[in-house]
């Protein structure tokens, strides 16, 4: 089992930054990789970065590429997502899950757990 809380989210202004993170206990924590997905009131949800186990490799979402980056910690179980440049249009629950392999995915169904979610609202 892998237990994950997200934290960070919040209101800012277009333009502005917010740095996510999410902190994971339970299985050893460089065994698997991790993503950051989202979903917008309406829409399905979709990954915007994923990141293999050892953060050696990253994989970002045509939306938010060059302004987000995925990062991970492994001494410290966390994985982060620092969004730059935000816009209107990135407002959503952001969600970070835990892949079944240490090989990263844009698929949902590659994740077998996930956190809570986090607000994030951008105003324009």
């Known amino acids: 089992q892998v237990q994950l809380v997200e934290s960070g989210g919040g209101l800012v202004q277009a333009g502005g930054s917010l740095r996510l993170s999410c902190a994971a206990s339970g299985r050893p924590f460089s065994m698997y990789a991790m993503g950051w997905f989202r979903q917008a009131p309406g829409k399905e949800r979709i990954a915007v970065a994923t990141?293999?186990?050892?953060?050696?490799?990253?994989d970002y979402s045509d939306s938010v590429k060059g302004r987000f980056t995925i990062s991970r910690d492994n001494a410290k179980n966390t994985v982060y997502l620092q969004m730059n440049g935000l816009k209107p249009e990135d407002t959503a629950v952001y969600y970070c899950?835990?892949?079944?392999?240490?090989?990263?995915?844009?698929?949902?169904?590659?994740?077998?757990?996930w956190g809570q979610g986090t607000q994030v609202t951008v105003s324009s």
């Open positions: 990141i293999n186990w050892s953060g050696g490799s990253m």
């Open positions: 899950a835990a892949s079944r392999s240490g090989l990263k995915s844009t698929r949902e169904y590659d994740y077998a757990y």
